[in-house]
Every structure is written in C-alpha cells, then in structure tokens.
C-alpha cells in the first residue's frame, strides 16, 4: 500500500498537515499528531502494515500490540478518506 500521488503533506510547527490535490475524492484537511505523522510518511513509500508496526516498533518504546492497535486504526481512517492506494 501507498499513500495516493494526489495527497500531499507539510510539516508546519511540528504537526503535519496533508490535503488532496483531487477535491472530487476528499475536501478537507488533515492534521495529523506525531503518531500519525510517522504512518503517513512510512506510505510515501510502497509498504505493509507490518512493515510500517516495525519500524514504529524500532522508534518506539511501546508494546507492539499497542503499536499494532494505533496503525490499523489511522489505516482505517485514511482508507476511509481514499488516500491510501492498497
């Protein structure tokens, strides 16, 4: 899975910041925390879920089912929106 060409993210006062360039599929604006910053940048590349709890693993000292709970539900929400291709 890959974050969709047609999102595009800013970071701005340590939060990041991404719209759609594609205002038929999502009209809006999404902030995003630290947490979430971190998953949509692991999908700027082609990428897993698994992958993507693995490196949050590595950066994170958290338990990996908590980790695991966090990405499926920002996955959700941005497969909810269409930015996600996969």
Do not use: W
């Amino acid at each position: 899975m890959k974050l969709k060409k047609e999102f595009v993210t800013h970071e701005s006062g340590g939060e990041q910041i991404m719209v759609s360039t594609d205002t038929s599929a999502f009209s809006g604006l999404v902030r995003s925390n630290h947490t979430a910053a971190f998953i949509v940048d692991c999908l700027k590349s082609e990428t897993t879920q698994e992958q993507i709890v693995d490196a949050m693993a590595a950066e994170y000292d958290a338990p990996r089912d908590v980790i695991a709970q966090d990405v499926a539900r920002i996955l959700k929400t941005l497969r909810r929106i269409g930015a996600i291709d996969g």
